[in-house]
T-cell receptor
Framework: AQSVTQLGSHVSVSEGALVLLRCNYSSSVPPYLFWYVQYPNQGLQLLLKYTSAATLVKGINGFEAEFKKSETSFHLTKPSAHMSDAAEYFCAVSVYNNDMRFGAGTRLTVKP | DTGVSQDPRHKITKRGQNVTFRCDPISEHNRLYWYRQTLGQGPEFLTYFQNEAQLEKSRLLSDRFSAERPKGSFSTLEIQRTEQGDSAMYLC???????????FGPGTRLTVL
């Protein structure tokens, strides 16, 4: 079965600094990969998705992620953190559009 | 707003009581998913429907849990004889049949006392 592992349950950056949230996946078939963001007491909002087209995927709010098959990774980056980026971020994998398997999440803190 | 909606947003109940949650998906989406999210964890898949057919159920879905989607539109998730371990956020998501992105509702937070 497919799975993802998010490295680092908590990441703290200064405002304006690079954001890097790490995600590694495991799948026996070509996967679809996603990054979602969750604000307190809210549902999940899609940031971006990889669906076997371009390996560099651009999403909303200035985020992007690169699919690296050789490293089985799909890390999320943003060049310059903003205070409003503070939230919980989840990496997820699915195959054949069935159930989505999520990582444990990474809480991003942005310091002024 | 035509996104996924869930009702209620919060539910507090006593152990042993039954609870039912409702999810209204995006109207043209024929796939509907239920997830459970406990504190500090990512969502865990519970079950999914394509139209009114329940196609997959997780082992997490014990016999106290039942989900329905009788007309292929809204869905309900019922938990019988609730236990404190059922306290969690229950998330619903929907997607079109030919899509790979799931759209999530705001969730129902259940607290079992």
């Amino acid at each position: 079965a497919q799975s993802v592992t998010q490295l680092g349950s908590h990441v703290s950056v200064s405002e304006g600094a690079l954001v890097l949230l790490r995600c590694n996946y495991s799948s026996s078939v070509p996967p679809y990969l996603f990054w979602y963001v969750q604000y307190p007491n809210q549902g999940l909002q899609l940031l971006l998705k990889y669906t076997s087209a371009a390996t560099l995927v651009k999403g909303i709010n200035g985020f992007e992620a690169e699919f690296k098959k050789s490293e089985t990774s799909f890390h999320l980056t943003k060049p310059s953190a903003h205070m409003s980026d503070a939230a919980e971020y989840f990496c997820a994998v699915s195959v054949y559009n069935n159930d989505m398997r999520f990582g444990a999440g990474t809480r991003l803190t942005v310091k002024p | 707003d035509t996104g996924v909606s869930q009702d209620p947003r919060h539910k507090i109940t006593k152990r042993g009581q039954n609870v039912t949650f409702r999810c209204d998906p995006i109207s043209e989406h024929n796939r509907l998913y239920w997830y459970r999210q406990t504190l500090g964890q990512g969502p865990e898949f519970l079950t999914y429907f394509q139209n009114e057919a329940q196609l997959e159920k997780s082992r997490l879905l014990s016999d106290r849990f039942s989900a329905e989607r009788p007309k292929g539109s809204f869905s309900t998730l019922e938990i019988q004889r609730t236990e404190q371990g059922d306290s969690a956020m229950y998330l619903c998501a929907s997607s079109p049949a030919d899509g790979n992105e799931q759209f999530f509702g705001p969730g129902t937070r259940l607290t079992v006392l």
